[in-house]
């Protein structure tokens, strides 16, 4: 079905970025814009994902030009839940920042960028156009660049040069793919594609294509052999700034991993244990890496890497269950790991480091504010009934069915690895006995900053909280949810027709 | 630099290569050129004119920001871009005029997509410029 | 032709991810910058190069019936231009803040993120 008004998502996020350009000087404006926006934002999301859900596969032709000749953009389950996931998480940064970014990084356009950083996040989820993924992967990391560097001092520029390094190679190794990709199948519609690629002669050289997306999305989601710039940068800029990173950016990646390798390429044998080994070795490597750190957001970097393990190795089992539970995955993560970041930053906020070690006593003098961080820091670790347990279940389940031991066994270990981070995190930030730090002059602490921003830095909290808990709690929802994205990936006949068996004559020109 | 030739020629050049920058955007449709590239040259004018004059000679010749220009040109587009979701055609639809007007030929809501382009180039690459060559 | 650009793309490639090996700043920039030419030349050659056939459709025709040039792999090309025009241009003023803010464009010296903070 044609649907013209499904790209309002990302439309609207440009408006937003539009509108904060003309109030470039005016801070307190941009504020309340970007909030606003970020809410109106929110209901466009809601309202895309209850269209998608009640009403099937929603496409639309780009300048009226039909599948496959012009731009399509297609809404399914998959794509509108991960809208909706965005414009959560961009509601709580967007409130969090007002209450902690600094007014020099506002100055520099800190509010545009981010709503340009959203609208392609949208865009990217939203295409349906392999080229078109390029483009709005683009304009994601031009973004991210920006936001990563913005005001920085040394460790954030030097963090930033390796992030943009890997990215840069991440998206000429991806434009080669789709060089070969269109000079192999003459297309560019992944609905299209899903039906050329297997009629081609040379499936030699299609594996070769299939393994160069594999590494350009493999950096970009920072899996194993390719995750070495992610813990090196994602801790260097400001707690609201590294929470949309923390929570998005790596799971565009993963999302075009999955998008790609059920539509485009179905894995072979070769690919498939390939996928399933990178998912193994990355759980590992994040979680050995966790081990070790002592500033926080770093360990919360690692484990973003270890994290993005269980997502694929959801894709390397290949059943509809193991692809449900690493959407359900997908689900959680994106909600906890935006939380986390926002908790680290207010545990700087009100201890002046990020070093575990330096800290302490946090549960005895905020306790209430403690219980509320709890929330984000278990459900990380999967305790029932909060949401990691279940996305787990689901995949150590599929793992059964298909005697893929060695994958369990890794992910038990993962999530060992996990608790014992968070255990290690909850004793010394919380429980231990706090030694008095001496203040800092640059830092602003928490109970120095005035009602309205300490506010704006408890709701987003709270409201990210709410949402990881409604996973858990009601996570009968989330299942339907993730089971028929997980039967719409490892089936892409009702995608292929919704694109391309579409001859409505009012969309013809 | 500061031979006369190029300062008293940059003078007369800027008017000139905007004017061409604006032929180049206007018969971008059919023929090559376009926004992008008409832009490109609008703000290669005032490079040379900077490059001739000094900065802050053709800060004042602006007269305001360009960074200014980059929500006009975006504002643009995206309005020309939505315009068609008025007729309930999908975002981006050609609209065009029934009947061509003098000179400038078959009016539509490309032209004015285009128009928003030029205007995001200029601003985007005068202020890429403007901030590398004040910091050197 | 095909032969020659399937060269050129091979060398602009390699020398490419040569620069990109190198400790300074400058040439991981012109590293990636030979990068990214030789995957527009890359999508240019595999759309398949036909010589003086531009896919204009005759008056009196309604669809192509000759062969002709692809103009899908140009848009594309264009479309790549533009994007590593914006990208490279933020990747040199951020060599250049580097450079200003850490005092050196040694890569192996560029290791405080590795420190505590």
């Not at chain 1, 992030?163 to 080669?176: G, Q, R």
């Not at chain 2, 040109?73 to 055609?89: I, N, Q, R, T």
């Not at chain 2, 639809?93 to 382009?117: C, E, K, Q, R, Y």
């Amino acid at each position: 079905m044609s649907n013209q008004y499904i790209i309002f998502p990302v439309l609207f996020q440009l408006f937003t970025a539009i509108v904060l350009m003309f109030f470039w000087t005016k801070r307190t404006a941009q504020k309340f814009i970007s909030m606003g926006g970020s809410v109106i934002a929110l209901g466009i999301a809601v309202w895309l994902f209850s269209t998608v859900w009640n009403g099937g596969i929603f496409t639309m032709q780009a300048g009226s030009w039909q599948a496959p000749f012009g731009i399509t953009f297609v809404a399914d389950v998959f794509s509108s839940t991960l809208v909706l996931l965005t414009a959560i998480s961009g509601l709580a940064v967007s409130v969090f920042s007002a209450g902690s970014v600094r007014n020099r990084r506002i100055k520099f356009g800190y509010f545009p960028i981010f709503h340009l950083l959203l609208m392609g996040l949208n865009g990217a989820f939203l295409t349906g156009d392999i080229f078109n993924l390029y483009v709005w992967f683009e304009i994601i990391i031009i973004s991210s660049f920006v936001l990563l560097t913005l005001g920085g001092e040394k460790p954030q520029i030097e963090g930033s040069i390796k992030y943009v390094t890997m990215n840069l190679l991440a998206s000429v190794i991806f434009l080669t793919a789709i060089a070969i990709l269109y000079g192999l199948a003459g297309s560019l519609n992944m609905a299209d594609l899903s039906l050329k690629i297997p009629e081609i002669e040379n499936q030699g050289l299609v594996n070769v294509t299939a393994i160069l997306f594999l590494i350009g999305f493999g950096i970009k989601s920072a899996v194993f052999p390719l995750y070495f710039w992610l813990p090196a940068s994602y801790h260097t800029p400001p707690p609201a700034i590294s929470a949309i990173f923390g929570g998005l950016l790596t799971k565009v990646g993963v999302y075009a991993l999955f998008r790609v390798f059920t539509l485009i390429f179905v894995p072979d044998e070769f690919t498939g244990n390939l996928i399933s080994w990178i998912a193994v070795f990355t759980i590992l490597a994040g979680g050995l890496g966790a081990l070790v750190q002592t500033n926080i957001r770093k360990a919360f970097s690692y484990l973003i890497v270890c994290h993005i393990g269980f997502m694929i190795a959801g894709l390397g089992i290949y059943t509809e269950l193991a692809i449900a539970g690493a959407i359900f995955y997908l689900i959680h993560d994106i909600t906890v790991k935006t939380n986390l970041f926002l908790v680290s930053g207010m545990i700087f906020k009100i201890e002046g480091t990020y070093n575990m070690r330096y800290m302490g006593g946090l549960y005895r003098s905020w306790p209430k504010l403690s219980l509320l961080m709890a929330i984000p820091l278990f459900s990380l670790v999967g305790i029932p009934p909060l949401s990691g347990f279940w996305a787990k279940i689901f995949l150590i389940e599929a793992g059964f069915r298909t005697n893929e031991y060695v994958v369990i066994a890794f992910i038990i270990l993962g999530s060992f690895l996990t608790l014992f981070v968070i255990a290690r995190i909850w004793a010394e930030v919380f429980w231990k006995k706090g030694a008095e730090l001496p203040k800092k002059e640059y830092v602003k602490y928490f109970f120095e900053l005035r009602r309205a921003k300490q506010y704006a830095m408890i709701i987003p909290i709270v409201l990210l909280s709410a949402v990881t808990l409604y996973i858990g709690l009601g996570a009968e929802n989330i299942v339907a949810v993730a089971k028929v994205i997980g039967a719409d990936l490892m089936d892409p006949s009702q995608y292929i027709e919704a694109v391309l068996g579409n001859s409505n004559p009012t969309d013809a020109p | 630099m500061k031979t006369i030739i190029f300062k008293t020629a940059s003078t007369y050049l800027l008017p000139i290569l905007l004017l061409f920058s604006v032929f180049i955007l206007l018969r971008g449709h059919y023929l090559p050129g376009g926004g992008f590239v008409g832009g490109l040259i609008a703000s290669i004018a005032y490079v040379l004119h900077s490059f001739a004059n000094g900065l802050d000679r053709t800060k004042d010749v602006i007269k305001f920001h360009p960074g200014f220009l980059m929500p006009v040109g975006l504002s643009l587009s995206l309005l020309s871009g939505m315009a068609p979701l008025l007729h309930e055609l999908p975002f981006m639809t050609g609209l065009w005029a029934h009947d061509p007007v003098p000179v400038l030929g078959n009016i539509g809501s490309a032209l004015f997509f285009d128009i928003g382009v030029y205007l995001v180039v200029v601003g985007v690459v005068l202020t890429i410029i403007f901030t590398i060559s004040e910091s050197i | 032709m095909e032969l020659l650009l399937a060269i050129i793309v091979g060398l602009l490639y390699a020398s490419g991810i040569y620069m990109m090996l190198r400790r300074s700043l400058v040439k991981l920039i012109i590293g990636l910058i030979l990068l990214g030419n030789g995957a527009n030349i890359l999508i240019f050659l595999l759309g398949r190069i036909v010589k003086g056939k531009p896919p204009i459709i005759e008056d009196s025709a309604k669809v192509l019936t000759d062969i002709y040039a692809d103009p899908v792999p140009q848009a594309l090309i264009l479309t790549a231009i533009v994007i590593s025009f914006g990208l490279q241009a933020f990747a040199i003023i951020l060599v250049k803040r580097a450079y200003k803010v850490v005092g050196t464009d040694d890569l192996d010296q560029m290791n405080a993120t590795d420190e505590d903070l």
